[in-house]
């Protein structure tokens, strides 16, 4: 017999879904299909930006089912090639 106590749950990490669009709804706060955070800009002062988070989005479209390592190297990739 094994006991238990009830805080230790070994089924719920292999029920979860690892795919991209998972762990971005566990990690950030998406509201309307979207997530705004604040970046500085050149001249000192802080710009409020949006993220699609939805199927009119290129990159959501194609990374959203991938599993959550995949997902992570691909906009790393995308984001990089882009600021160059």
Known sequence: MLLLDRCDDPLSPLIHEFTYQAMVNDLLPIEEGKITYTTDINSGKSESKDVLL????????????RSGGEGVRKTSIRSSTKLT
Do not use: K
């Open 54 to 65: 939805n199927e009119n989005d290129e990159l959501w479209r194609e990374v959203s089912e």
